[in-house]
Structures are given as C-alpha cells and as structure tokens.
C-alpha cells in the first residue's frame, strides 16, 4: 500500500487476522530501532530493522513490532522506506512487492484511460469483474482486427473512428479508406475560412 493508507489500528486489525501488508512509510512517522538484521549491499537494501512506534497514540494502536527495510532504487536513486510486519521474507521479496503494487497502480490507470467504463450497472463483485472483462475483451478484439486490416492509425484513433461508425451500414473498411483518402487529397486548413476576401 502506499502512504496514504498508514492507519496503524487498521493496519493492527491486518495482523490479528494473520494478514501482512507491505505499505511506504511516512517520515513523520517516529520509529524506535530494536535490531538490525545484515543486509547484502549489492541488491539495493541499505537496511533491515526491527522498530517499534515511539510515538504513545501509535503505539496504541499498533504494540507489536514492526520491519523497516530500506531500499535504493538504481534506476532513479530515490531512496524507499518500508513498513511490513513480515519477518519471514527476505528484505529484497519484501521491496519487490511493493513494485509490483506500483504496476497493478498502472494496470488500473490503463483501464480508466482505454476501456471507457463510465459507470458500473451493478455493484456486486460479479458485475464490476463481468464489465471490465467484457472491456478488456472487447479492447483486445479490436487490436486483432486493426492488426488483420493493416490499418496504420493508432489503436485509439482506430476506436474513435468505430464509435462513429457503429450504427453505419457499412463495411469497416470502407470508414477507413475514406478517412485516408481525405487525408491524402485534401491539403486545406483544418479550420474553416469565413472570409473569403
């Protein structure tokens, strides 16, 4: 999880249940060190500890201890903190699953930008899964046939066209040769001319 979900009672309830989390941590958050644990220098990990919350209301919340592993990106040199109540993982397993939370972060920014789901019809798990693979398929059905009919526009140009289009009786090629002959013959501004002086 990222920073802005660093609720330690929440996060306590995760641990009663047998869960474990891997969350950022915040640099107001006081932290008291217990033990460092060695670390191998060569994979990124700068450094390995038991702490504990040094601040009386997170502590409340949160009494047991908890596992900072620090990491250096070698892509961007930012420097990353981790709070995780995993002990058993090594430090490395534990900054590789906060990265692949960042790509399903990124997955879900592609759905919001590409498969055009406005609204949910329903609000159960079935129905949210149901629409977002109907998307999905509907997405991927679509590049197979732009790749089939060599079309060269991009794949959200090939889209917008075909919401156009939907309701047209015509061949999906047709839709398409028009549109590049239209390009080819026609030089003129896009925009209109209202005086012709």
């Given at each position: 999880m990222d920073r802005g979900y660093l609720d330690f009672e929440r996060l306590y309830r995760f641990?009663?249940?047998s869960a474990f989390f891997v969350l950022r941590n915040k640099?107001?958050?006081?932290?008291?060190?217990?033990?460092?644990h060695p670390v191998e220098r060569g994979t990124g990990i700068t450094s390995d500890q038991t702490v504990?919350?040094?601040?009386?209301?997170?502590?409340?919340?949160?009494?047991?201890?908890?596992?900072?592993?620090?990491?250096?990106?070698?892509e961007t040199g930012q420097r990353l903190e981790f709070l995780t109540n995993n002990f058993a993982l090594p430090a490395l397993t534990i900054a590789s699953i906060y990265k692949?939370?960042?790509?399903?972060?990124?997955?879900?920014?592609?759905?919001?930008?590409?498969?055009?789901?406005?609204?949910?019809?329903?609000?159960?798990?079935?129905?949210?899964?149901?629409?977002?693979?109907?998307?999905?398929?509907v997405y991927v059905l679509v590049a197979i046939v732009?790749?089939?009919l060599a079309i060269p526009m991009s794949l959200y140009s090939f889209l917008q066209v075909l919401s156009f289009t939907l309701f047209e009786k015509m061949p999906v090629l047709q839709a398409f040769e028009d549109i590049n002959s239209e390009e080819d013959t026609t030089n003129a501004p896009k925009q209109v001319i209202l005086f012709d002086f």
């Open positions: 641990a009663v249940e640099s107001n958050v006081v932290l008291r060190r217990r033990y460092s504990l919350l040094d601040s009386k209301r997170s502590a409340s919340h949160y009494p047991d201890p908890l596992r900072r592993v620090c990491y250096r990106d070698a692949s939370r960042w790509k399903v972060e990124l997955f879900f920014k592609w759905i919001k930008q590409h498969l055009r789901i406005k609204a949910f019809y329903g609000i159960s798990d079935n129905a949210v899964k149901s629409q977002i693979w109907i998307a999905v398929s732009r790749k089939r």
